[in-house]
Nanobody
Framework: QVQLVESGGGLVQPGGSLTLSCATS????????MSWWRQAPGKQRELVAT????????DVAYSVKGRFAISRDNAKNTVYLQMNSLKPEDTAMYFC???????WGRGTQVTVSS
């Protein structure tokens, strides 16, 4: 059974940083690309970034380019989202996804506010 569990969200001031983690189990993690998505209140869920099975970052949303980075640790079956220079508009629930398995985590809340 594919399982994805996000962590690392919280309240941060504008300009601050957070690192989200997504621990996975139930599938051969190293063979698949992974992605982070987010959904703000009243808005559609949007793709933030994808990391290929080889660790290359692709499909980065324009709104986070140069500020966010997705990475993975295949030894730990974990994918990360490093978020820098956070803005209030980054406030959202952040979800981890395995596109191949169409599996989602439950999300972790990120709130950017002073």
């Amino acid at each position: 059974q594919v399982q994805l569990v996000e962590s690392g969200g919280g309240l941060v001031q504008p300009g601050g940083s957070l690192t989200l983690s997504c621990a996975t189990s139930g599938f051969g993690f190293s063979a698949y690309g992974m992605s982070w998505w987010r959904q703000a209140p009243g808005k559609q869920r949007e793709l933030v970034a994808t990391v290929t099975e080889t660790g290359r970052m692709i499909d980065v949303a324009y709104s986070v380019k140069g500020r966010f980075a997705i990475s993975r640790d295949n030894a730990k079956n974990t994918v990360y989202l490093q978020m820098n220079s956070l803005k209030p508009e980054d406030t959202a629930m952040y979800f981890c996804r395995s596109p191949t398995h169409n599996a989602w985590g439950r999300g972790t809340q990120v709130t950017v506010s002073s």
